[in-house]
C-alpha cells in the first residue's frame, strides 16, 4: 500500500527542471517552423567556428551547426549580433566582415552583404534600409535591403555599437568615447551626442525615452536619456553586469551570481541566483528568462532557461560561446 501511494504522489507531481537538454546527434535537419528560439554561437576569434543553435518550444529539442548543416559550409569567424526581420534572420559575422541572411525556418542562405570592416549591430530602419555598427572602421554603414548591398558610409567614432530608433531619430552606443550619438533617421546628420559616465553597452526604448545600461569604472548604472538630452540615473550596483535585457517595462541585470530586476514604473526589485559558470548574455520574453554560459570559452556553451518564477526549467547545450539569443 505504501509502494503504490508513493507512485501516486510522484505521478501528480509538476514536471520541474530533470537535466540538460542535449542536441541530436543526427546531420538531419529537422526543425517543425513555430516556437524557435535562436542562439548565436560566436566561436572562437580567427578559428572559423561561429555557428548557429535553435531551440524549439514546441517539443523542448535544440539542434546545433543549423547553418553548417543546411548549406554545407562554415557560418564564418565570430557570430556577432542576428536581426529578425519578416521571415529572414540576418546573421551578423563580425570577423568575416559580412551579414548572412537566411530564411527563419528552413535556414536555407538567401543572400550575403558583404563588404564590411568589422561589423556589430544592425538596425532595420524600414523595409528598404538599415544601418550597420562597426568596429575600427570609423564609419556607419548604409544598406539597401532590397539589392543587400552597403550603399553609403557615415563618419562615426571607431567604436559604435548597439542602435536603437524612437521617433525618427536614431541613438547609437558610442563605445570608444562613452558617450550617445543622435542622427537623424532621414539624413543621417548628426543632431547631438551626449557624454555618460558608463559604457553605453545596452540601449532600448521605453517609453519614448532611451533606456541605458552599462558599466562604469566601479560597478555599473542604468540611465535614462529624453528627448531634450536629460539624463536620469534609474539604478547603479555595486558590481559590474555581463548582461541586460528590458522586457514590460522590468529591466533584467546579469551578474556573476545573479540576475537583478527592477520595475522601471513601481520601482520594485527582486533577484534570483543562476547556476552559469562564465554568465555572457541575458534574453528575456514570455517564453522565460534565458542566461547564456560560456564556461572556459573553449568546451560547448549552454544556455540556462527559467521561468517566470525563476526556477530552472532546461539547461541547453550549444556551440562555442553563445552570445546573442532571440526570437
Not at 526581420?85 to 559580412?98: A, E, K, P, T, Y
Request: with cysteine; net charge negative.
Amino acid at each position: 500500500m505504501a509502494i503504490i501511494l508513493i507512485i501516486c504522489l510522484y505521478s501528480c507531481q509538476k514536471d520541474e527542471y530533470f537535466g540538460p537538454v542535449y542536441p541530436s546527434n543526427s546531420d538531419e535537419v529537422s526543425i517543425t517552423p513555430g516556437n524557435l528560439v535562436y542562439i548565436g554561437c560566436e566561436g572562437n576569434f580567427q578559428f572559423n567556428n561561429a555557428s548557429l543553435s535553435v531551440f524549439n518550444l514546441e517539443d523542448e529539442t535544440i539542434q546545433n551547426d543549423i547553418y553548417k548543416r543546411t548549406n554545407n559550409k562554415q557560418l564564418g569567424d565570430v557570430l556577432q549580433s542576428i536581426i529578425h526581420h519578416g521571415d529572414s534572420l540576418f546573421l551578423v559575422i563580425n570577423n568575416s566582415g559580412l551579414i548572412r541572411i537566411l530564411n527563419d525556418s528552413t535556414f536555407e542562405e538567401l543572400a550575403v552583404i558583404e563588404g564590411f570592416n568589422s561589423p556589430r549591430h544592425m538596425l532595420i530602419l524600414n523595409d528598404k534600409k538599415a544601418l550597420v555598427s562597426d568596429f575600427g572602421g570609423g564609419a556607419l554603414s548604409v544598406v539597401d535591403l532590397a539589392s543587400n548591398s552597403i550603399t553609403s558610409q557615415i563618419q562615426a567614432p571607431e567604436w559604435t555599437e548597439r542602435m536603437v530608433l524612437i521617433d525618427d531619430i536614431i541613438y547609437i552606443s558610442n563605445m570608444k568615447d562613452s558617450s550617445i550619438l543622435i542622427l537623424d533617421a532621414f539624413s543621417f546628420e548628426q543632431i547631438d551626442e551626449v557624454q555618460l559616465s558608463i559604457e553605453p553597452s545596452y540601449v532600448f526604448s521605453l517609453d519614448n525615452k532611451l533606456v541605458i545600461a552599462g558599466n562604469a569604472k566601479k560597478g555599473a548604472k542604468l540611465i535614462s536619456l529624453d528627448k531634450s538630452g536629460a539624463l536620469e540615473t534609474l539604478a547603479e550596483f555595486n558590481n559590474r553586469i555581463s548582461g541586460s535585457a528590458l522586457y514590460e517595462s522590468v529591466g533584467y541585470f546579469l551578474l556573476n551570481n545573479t540576475v537583478k530586476m527592477i520595475n522601471l514604473q513601481s520601482q520594485n526589485q527582486e533577484e534570483f541566483s543562476h547556476m552559469a559558470q562564465t554568465p555572457y548574455s541575458l534574453y528575456v520574453d514570455e517564453s522565460g528568462i534565458y542566461i547564456s554560459d560560456v564556461i572556459d570559452y573553449l568546451s560547448r556553451g549552454k544556455v540556462f532557461r527559467h521561468d517566470a518564477s525563476f526556477q530552472l526549467i532546461q539547461e541547453l547545450e550549444t556551440g562555442l560561446i553563445p552570445q546573442v539569443i532571440l526570437r
